[in-house]
């Protein structure tokens, strides 16, 4: 089993930045791919961006340039980070982390809210 939690949400004006981190804990395996996802009101949870164990990364189109995503692998907690540059007003939603095997988003965070103000 692996726990994720998600900090470093919060309020910011756009052109601002912010940075989120996940901490995962539990039986994590460094193979596993960790990602991010996020869900504005009244929309679908879309993908933002997705780390290998290895430091291989993909971003959407939408963040591509924006925001950079980042992991530590420790021995027992390993972390990861996405850094924000630049937000806009439609960058404001739930941001969740996500890990596990190709082809399979196995654990999920709790979400973190993310408002960027106009």
């Known amino acids: 089993q692996v726990q994720l939690v998600e900090t470093g949400g919060g309020l910011v004006q756009a052109g601002g930045s912010l940075r989120l981190s996940c901490a995962a804990s539990g039986r994590t395996d460094s193979g596993y791919r960790m990602g991010w996802f996020r869900q504005a009101p009244g929309k679908e949870r879309e993908f933002v961006a997705r780390?290998?164990?290895?430091?291989?990364?993909?971003?959407a189109d939408s963040v591509k340039g924006r925001f950079t995503i980042s992991r530590d692998n420790g021995k027992n907690t390993k972390t990861m980070y996405l850094q924000m540059n630049s937000l806009k007003p439609e960058d404001t939603a739930v941001y969740y982390c996500?890990?596990?095997?190709?082809?399979?988003?196995?654990?999920w965070g709790q979400g973190t809210q993310v408002t960027v103000s106009s």
């Open positions: 996500a890990a596990g095997p190709v082809g399979n988003w196995n654990y």
């Open positions: 780390i290998w164990g290895g430091g291989s990364t993909y971003y």
